[in-house]
């Protein structure tokens, strides 16, 4: 699981080569955000910025907001995972949307340890490598969509979803967040979507235990 998600997402960084590329930034600039930033949704937020017309504390702005989500991810990965030395400054750095959602969906302690620092690893590698095909290319590529670039990542995410919905509470905040996303995409700016449906999934995750705590205390209350 943990190769076919790193070979499906770091064949999608072609396509952030390409663009930043064509955003006006030198092939050295490129990748220099995906060797150090490494998460693609606070690049091409970052680079979707510039290519606007932007200035770069703007740019920087947007992507740190979007990077907001990888610190959540890291509080989950350091409980689960909990490195050691070293470990921890790697997995920092790898610590995204594929590795974390790899790691999560494996049951044993080795294989959610095996999950993640595979995604991690073969990501940072592929990306960075693909990244400097598509700067190195540029507008050669042409169109990434063309290619299906574009839902790669996207197929890659649900095939880790779709093993988790095998009861009615995850099918019903996966249905749910889908629509609050599809609402908001219209609405605010590209990348925020996202994080407005983790707000829900957090705010699901905080409210279900408390009525489940509620209604097995009002049952062992009953005569």
Not at 12 to 19: Q, T
């Amino acid at each position: 699981m943990g190769l076919s998600i790193a070979t499906a997402t770091g064949l999608y960084g072609v396509s952030f080569g390409a663009l930043a590329v064509a955003a006006g930034l030198t092939v050295g600039q490129t990748m220099a955000l995906s060797l150090l930033m490494f998460t693609g949704g606070s690049q091409f937020a970052f680079i979707g910025v510039i290519a606007g017309g932007g200035v770069p504390s703007a740019a920087l702005g947007a992507a740190a907001l979007l990077g907001v989500r990888n610190a959540v991810y890291a509080m989950q990965m350091n409980h689960m995972l909990q490195p050691r030395g070293w470990h921890k400054w790697l997995a920092a750095q790898v610590t995204i949307d594929e590795s974390t959602a790899t790691a999560a969906g494996q049951t044993a302690l080795d294989e959610q340890r095996r999950g993640f620092w595979v995604a991690g690893l073969g990501i940072f590698v592929l990306w960075n490598l693909f990244t400097f095909v598509g700067a190195w290319l540029g507008d050669a590529l042409g169109d990434p969509r063309r290619w299906g670039l574009d839902g790669a990542a996207v197929a890659a995410f649900l095939g880790l979803l779709w093993p988790r919905l095998r009861q009615r509470e995850p099918v019903a905040l996966a249905v749910l967040s889908g629509v609050v996303t599809a609402l908001a995409l219209p609405q605010l700016p590209p990348g925020l979507p996202i994080l407005v449906a983790a707000a829900v999934g957090a705010a699901w995750g905080w409210w279900m235990p408390d009525r489940a705590a509620a209604s097995a205390g009002a049952e062992g209350a009953a005569p």
